[in-house]
């Protein structure tokens, strides 16, 4: 760039380095979408043909950035783990949330003409992701993090489920279902489902109790060689196998601590 009188207005810019060596996650989540929701006339309690688009959207980021680790999304949100020794743009974090929200945003909008060519995007209600990014110091905050996703994503789906069982089965109007289930534990709820209207909440598919995981997945990960050896040249060789490694689905449990301990790398 050739200088001028006028560039010290970039004395003004500001970043903000995330701190190195720590893990970083971060997360999209869909601007307006009940708005959006309402416009595009999604199904309730879940629109399958929707959660593939953002699903697909999210594994597409997996694909095009080998520094995301992990992902973990339900509903309008998709939370990313980069990691730990990621230097993707430098650690900075504008950057980085500024680039998740528009690619996802972007990727979003390509896989909806797949998923839902009968409903073509308006430029009255596009799909837009804002993004922040979270440090995290150690491995226990960030299952914890993932933890507490997982468990948000049951609470809203078996309250969303019964509201609109109530609603679109039981033929209560909006405010009568919010009134039906001000005070209800998820016992109630369950029983309300089972006794009302027949329905297991076992039995309802895991993406929409547990919603979904994108791993860099193998099964001969080789960290006994680096916990025997801990160098560098070892931890590089470990990390380029993980770039390489196959990204798979799951609808599973990352709450216990086993999901954890079967896939090491995800913390290291």
């Not at 150690?138 to 996703?149: G, H, P």
Request: glycine share 4%; charged share 30%.
């Amino acid at each position: 760039m050739a200088n001028s009188r006028y560039e010290y207005v970039r004395s003004f810019e500001r970043e903000n380095i995330l701190l190195p060596q720590s893990h970083i996650v971060i997360r999209v989540d869909g601007r307006g979408f009940h708005k959006f929701s309402d416009h595009y006339d999604f199904e309730k309690p879940n629109d399958e043909k929707a959660l593939q688009v953002i699903n697909e959207a999210a594994k597409q980021m997996m694909v095009t950035m080998p520094d995301i680790i992990m992902a973990y999304g339900d509903s309008d949100e998709y939370s990313f783990l980069l990691r730990k020794d990621c230097d993707l743009f430098e650690r900075r974090e504008f950057k980085l949330i500024t680039t998740f929200a528009s690619a996802f945003s972007a990727y979003y909008q390509h896989f909806w003409t797949k998923w839902i060519p009968g409903k073509p995007l308006d430029l009255e209600r596009l799909p837009m992701f804002d993004a922040r990014a979270v440090v995290y110091p150690n491995a226990e905050n960030v299952m914890d993090y993932f933890r507490w996703r997982q468990v948000d994503c049951h609470i809203n789906n078996l309250y969303n489920t019964t509201f609109w069982s109530l609603v679109l089965k039981g033929g209560m109007t909006t405010n009568e279902a919010e009134n039906r289930l001000i005070g209800t534990l998820s016992a109630d709820k369950n029983e309300i489902l089972f006794k009302d209207f027949g329905i297991n909440y076992n039995n309802i598919h895991d993406m929409y109790k547990k919603g979904t995981i994108y791993i860099r997945e193998y099964t001969d990960f080789p960290l006994s060689k680096y916990l025997e050896d801990p160098t560098e040249a070892h931890l590089k060789r470990l990390m380029k196998r993980v770039k390489k490694s196959t990204i798979e689905q799951y609808h599973c449990d990352i709450i216990k601590d086993s999901f954890w301990t079967q896939r090491p790398y995800l913390l290291l």
